[in-house]
């Protein structure tokens, strides 16, 4: 095996915040610089520095070994590296193969360090988000190193160095730095301590058990205002919130129906009675837009020169007392199909004044392959019986 010359180069790690995980809260100990914390779900970046003090050119590799999951290490790019370009200092790969005899599981290209150069790599682990909320998870992390579960990783970062990048004739280690990473729960209540008790992690530890036993009723009532939003609440309050602005459950209209016309109960109340509080509601009940809802009083009705039909009791000079009529017009097969005449019936009975009749009048579709397309006559409504008073 081919020696290669010692050369000097410094290899140094940069960590987040380091904590103080040994001491309490007098601070006794210094933390460590080479301990890392690790909080679900999110990215935790190490940079290693290594800079070349010798005279020549070195070629070198960076690698990571461990006894973490493989899934934790996500490294980054270096800041302002575009993404469709790779790093001069090469990419990172598993279980890359440093010589015949060493390998390592995570490691970079081969690169040119320069006399009095100093290169930075970013190294990233990303705890799973899940870690403390699901056993099972956790028990598949474990499964693989450990036959128990732990809170502490140890890690280290080597740096190698050859003579040939393409053959590898001759590797060498010429520094190493030792890493450990500590999972742990996010803290929310450590955070409003001054900061020096917030590098303590037997005091972060501590007020987690209090914090798992309030987070729970903070975060609802974070989100008090959903539950008082018919649109947002839970299944079982959308009684309640009816309830609260008096407005009857209708059974024969779908939950959804019900949230909307729950929500807009101030509004509809104010208009009930009137032409453009039953629209109002038609257009909750049913989606279509108002545009395709009328409710025509028999005085509205143009004068027609044509074919007249006379019925059994005919009127003349403005039609029935008191009625109106209900014409909606869907604009496609999916309104047509969506329209419940049962729930529209029951909601119109509601909302209109006790003394008055009505007629419910449904257009159909006309679509370019019916003849009567393009008919100048008016387009025929489906016959549908007019509704008898209310008796209220």
Same mark, same amino acid.
Request: some cysteine; glycine content about 6%.
């Given at each position: ?27 006794? @100990? ?42 934790? !290490? ?11 370009? #790779? ?18 599981? !995570? ?29 099972? @998870? ?19 970062? !080597? ?10 004739? @001759? ?32 005091? $972060? ?13 903070? #975060? ?25 602005? @008096? ?25 009930? $009675? ?12 049913? $989606? ?5 809802? #009328? ?11 044509? #074919? ?10 403005? $039609? ?73």
């Amino acid at each position: 095996m081919v020696s290669l010359p010692q050369p000097n180069v410094d290899l140094t790690v940069a960590t987040p915040s380091p904590i103080d995980w040994k001491s309490g809260l007098n601070g006794a @100990a210094a933390p460590a610089p080479g301990e890392v914390l690790l909080i679900p779900g999110k990215l935790t970046e190490v940079t290693a520095r290594v800079k070349n003090n010798s005279q020549q050119a070195l070629w070198v590799s960076v690698g990571v070994q461990g006894d973490f999951p493989e899934s934790w !290490f996500t490294p980054e790019l270096p800041p302002g590296q575009p993404r469709n370009e #790779e790093p001069r200092h090469g990419i990172w790969r598993e279980n890359v193969e440093l010589s015949r005899q060493q390998s390592l599981r !995570f490691g970079t290209d081969y690169f040119a360090l320069q006399p009095r150069e100093t290169v930075s790599i970013n190294l990233g682990f990303t705890l799973p988000s899940r870690f403390f909320e699901d056993p099972e @998870a956790l028990r598949t992390e474990q499964s693989a190193m450990r036959s128990h579960p732990t809170l502490s990783y140890g890690s280290e970062i !080597f740096l190698h160095q050859t003579d040939d990048p393409e053959q590898s004739s @001759a590797v060498q280690l010429i520094a190493y730095k030792t890493l450990q990473l500590y999972p742990r729960p996010e803290r929310i209540y450590q955070k409003f301590l001054p900061e020096f008790y917030q590098e303590s992690d037997f005091l $972060g530890r501590f007020l987690n058990i209090t914090e798992q036993s309030f987070e729970p009723v903070y #975060e609802t009532t974070e989100t008090f205002w959903a539950y008082l939003d018919p649109l947002l609440t839970p299944k079982a309050l959308v009684p309640f919130l009816a309830h609260w602005v @008096a407005w009857p459950m209708n059974p024969s209209l779908t939950l959804s129906q019900q949230r909307r016309l729950i929500r807009h109960a101030v509004e509809i109340y104010q208009w009930r $009675g009137t032409a453009r509080g039953l629209k109002l509601c038609l257009h909750l009940c049913t $989606g279509l837009e108002q545009q395709q809802i #009328e409710v025509l009083e028999p005085d509205e009705r143009e004068f027609a020169i044509g #074919e007249i039909t006379l019925g059994d009791q005919p009127s003349l000079g403005g $039609g029935k007392a008191y009625h109106f009529v209900v014409i909606l017009n869907p604009d496609s097969q999916e309104q047509l199909a969506s329209l419940d005449e049962t729930a529209i019936r029951t909601l119109i009975e509601q909302e209109k004044p006790a003394f008055c009749t009505y007629t419910l009048e449904i257009s159909p579709l006309i679509t370019p392959a019916d003849p009567t397309a393009t008919s100048t006559s008016p387009t025929p409504h489906h016959p549908i019986t007019p509704s008898p008073p209310s008796r209220r």
